[in-house]
């Protein structure tokens, strides 16, 4: 029987193979904290009871690192989130249904997986005008 995060293992191992900082690329979930956090400056540990994850991709938006949006559909019925200009939570959530609409979001980069990266992806877009 494999390691519960055997995979993981493996892909951690080839960025070891690019990077001296593997690490950089690496999250774990904090259970305190309740959220996902960066390694800053060591290995994991990979301990059974704990959970890991590389890092998502980031593009830019005016100097400040948000995750990319989704690039492809998700399945139907799936929750997702799409950044919202004009709402005090900076996001709304929606389930993916295939509309032509949806699809025009997804095209336009407006869609996320998680409500944490369209709000910082809103955040993001609302700095050109921060005064």
């Known amino acids: 029987m494999k390691h519960i995060h055997a995979e993981l293992m493996m892909a951690y191992a080839k960025d ?16 305190i904290e309740k959220c996902w956090k960066q390694f800053e400056f060591d290995h994991p540990a990979w301990h059974l009871e704990d959970q890991y994850r590389r890092k998502g991709k980031t593009i830019r938006i005016n100097g400040i690192k948000v995750p990319e949006p989704m690039r492809e559909a998700p399945e139907v019925g799936q929750l997702y989130y799409v950044v919202a200009l004009l709402n005090i939570e900076r996001f709304m959530p929606f389930v993916w249904d295939g509309s032509d609409s949806e699809q025009e979001w997804l095209d336009s980069g407006l869609c996320h997986s998680t409500k944490e990266a369209a709000y910082d992806h809103t955040s993001a877009l609302l700095s050109f005008t921060a005064s």
């Open 16 to 31: 070891a193979m690019e990077t001296d900082e593997p690490w950089l690329r690496w999250e774990f979930y904090h259970r």
